[in-house]
């Protein structure tokens, strides 16, 4: 619980931070940052902590997206914070179903298997009129926010806090709960896991339940920051690059690795991009991420641990 | 009725056609997969490469894309060879979990996209060939021979590949690694060479079956993303370690491609491939002819 407070209050001093310097740049950057800081911890819920590899990031991503946009269309009016548990839930029940139907065999197949199902929701979504398909679906941003006035993005921005928040409390409550000790036998060693009694199939059903759910939360507001969304940009593998590179750089054993991953890659990506150019600094994750899954597989983190 | 005969009869035929093309695609997945256990997904990356140097020496010097791919093969061997001592020095050696070595064939694919976007930007590329624009009519249908080519050297590379993994000593020693690498090492020979050959041969293909891309359809960087799903679709539902497996489930996918093209629509072709996987992968994991 003190965590959670402390969290609150780094997200509140952080959002007070960004009103004061009254950028609206600086808040697309946050937003950028934490978003891949949730979609990073999102992903090492299922891939650091329990050690199956999820190469489908774009496909719950884009549930969540799409999500708002098909919810925005049927009921204008809904509030986005309903949208986004809605993207949620939906993006979970797709996890669900995905781990049910691949979790029973090795983990290189489960990977595999994550790749097929982004490319299925990628071509059913191409095709699904409603949302634009290859047209791609406008969503207008409203020009002010709602419960604290300013700029939209900054509603967007605080939005996404939230989500950080919530997530990185998860994630650590997660690694000290017998919730994650399941999931670290399951890392280690699945077999023996399964022989001392650890229901390793409900655990790891779990685990892609949660993560593909908080992937789709994060993917939720992102219409409505681009305004324009289709599917080659929605499902743009950089999100999956990050999504993965962000916790390998950072380091997969703890909450910490992701956030210390999306804020230096992230960061670093956003300044070489208004620096160099937009196609380098895509090139700067893929990069960063062979190197330390080469040379420093524990990540940041784990350098400085290994230091101790 | 004679209509839609017709059609579906062309369907079939030209998925035939393109799971022979499917199938120089997925040779080298098929061994690296099927036989050593190492997942490079980044396999599509090497076979734009093997495009775009078809692409250049078409363009630059005029050369049959075949040919240049032909010409290429050791220089690709040489890459499969440095490309493996790299994962294994990386994380064999260090008996990583596959994670690693995911992570880093993931991090090969995006980075040679990009930088192939860099170096050649997001046009498409084509080749001029004197095989690419007519077809061949056999009365009730007609063979695209820029279907029929890349057929023609995938069963090529196909029957080869079996020949030397059947009848040639080495061959037989990686069939041998497939199967159990404490027993090689026992019979004194040393499994990381064998390994490093059969990556090479593994890149290799790769040469070819780019020039087969570039001849079958205008390739772009980002391409190779649809590859990897239909390659490990073709490999695990014809079951590892299997050639002639992966052939027939090439064809099979070819063929289902085909038919969803022709009586669906074409941008419902990705998700076939895909849908397979995930059937096979949930109904018979070990695939047709698998071990």
């Given amino acids: ?308 | 009725m004679a209509v839609s005969l017709d059609l579906l009869m062309n369907a079939v035929i030209s998925g035939l056609l393109l799971g022979g093309f499917y199938a120089a695609v997925s040779i080298g997945v098929a061994i690296a997969f099927g036989m050593l256990d190492i997942v490079n997904i980044a396999h599509p990356a090497f076979i734009l490469l093997g495009s775009y140097i078809a692409f250049i020496g078409n363009t630059v010097f005029g050369i049959d894309p075949i040919l240049a791919a032909v010409i290429m093969l050791p220089a690709f061997y040489l890459l499969g060879m440095a490309a493996y001592q790299v994962y294994y020095v990386a994380f064999e050696r260090r008996d990583d979990q596959s994670l690693r070595g995911l992570s880093f064939f993931f991090g090969v694919l995006f980075i040679s996209e990009v930088a192939l976007v860099l170096i050649f930007g997001v046009d498409y590329r084509t080749v001029q060939a004197p095989y690419i624009g007519p077809s061949l009519d056999l009365g009730l249908f007609a063979l695209p021979l820029r279907l029929l080519v890349p057929f023609l050297v995938s069963m090529v590379m196909a029957v080869g590949l079996q020949l030397f993994l059947s009848r040639t000593f080495v061959g037989r020693a990686v069939q041998a690694v497939a199967q159990d690498q404490q027993a090689l090492r026992l019979m004194a020979a040393n499994p990381t060479r064998i390994k490093r050959i059969a990556f090479g041969l593994s890149i290799a293909t790769a040469s070819l079956a780019g020039a087969c891309l570039i001849i079958y359809q205008p390739v772009e960087p980002s391409i190779g993303r649809e590859y990897i799903g239909r390659v490990f679709a073709i490999c695990v539902l014809g079951g590892l370690g299997s050639l002639p497996g992966m052939v027939i489930a090439a064809m099979t996918l070819g063929i289902a491609e085909s038919l969803t093209s022709t009586f669906f629509g074409p941008s419902w072709a990705p998700a076939v491939a895909f849908g397979i996987l995930l059937v096979t992968l949930a109904v018979r994991p070990s695939g047709i002819l698998g071990r």
């Fill in chain 1, 1 to 308: 619980m003190p965590f959670t407070l402390v969290l609150i209050a780094v997200a509140a001093a952080i959002f007070a931070f960004g009103r004061w310097l009254d950028n609206s740049y600086a808040f697309v950057v946050g937003y950028i940052v934490v978003q891949y800081m949730v979609l990073g911890t999102a992903w090492n819920i299922l891939g650091g902590y329990t050690g199956y590899v999820n190469f489908g990031v774009t496909a719950f991503f884009a549930i969540g997206a799409y999500s708002t946009v098909a919810l925005h269309k049927l009921v204008p009016t809904l509030p986005l914070p309903v949208m986004i548990v809605v993207s949620g839930v939906l993006a979970g029940l797709v996890g669900l179903r995905t781990g049910y139907l691949t979790l029973r065999l090795r983990g290189v197949f489960f990977s595999i298997a994550t790749l097929a199902l982004a490319v299925v929701v990628q071509t059913l979504i191409t095709n699904w009129d409603f949302v634009g398909g290859a047209r791609g679906a406008y969503v207008l941003r409203p020009r002010m926010a709602p419960l604290i006035g300013g700029e939209y993005m900054q509603y967007l921005f605080l939005l996404m806090l939230g989500l950080g928040v919530i997530v990185l409390a998860t994630a650590r409550a997660i690694e000290r709960s017998a919730l994650g000790y399941g999931f670290a036998a399951i890392r280690d060693d699945e077999a023996a896991a399964e022989a001392s009694g650890v229901p390793t199939l409900k655990l790891k059903l779990i685990a892609t339940t949660l993560s593909g759910g908080f992937m789709g939360m994060a993917g939720a507001p992102l219409p409505f920051q681009v305004t324009y969304l289709d599917p080659a940009s929605g499902f743009s593998l950089n999100y999956a690059v990050n999504a993965i590179a962000m916790p390998l750089i950072g380091g997969t054993g703890s909450w910490l690795g992701p956030v210390v991953g999306a804020v230096l890659v992230g960061g670093l990506q956003e300044y070489l991009r208004v620096t160099i150019s937009s196609a380098v600094n895509v090139l700067v994750a893929g990069v960063l991420m062979v190197a330390f899954v080469i040379a420093a597989p524990q990540g940041i983190v784990g350098l400085f641990q290994r230091k101790r």
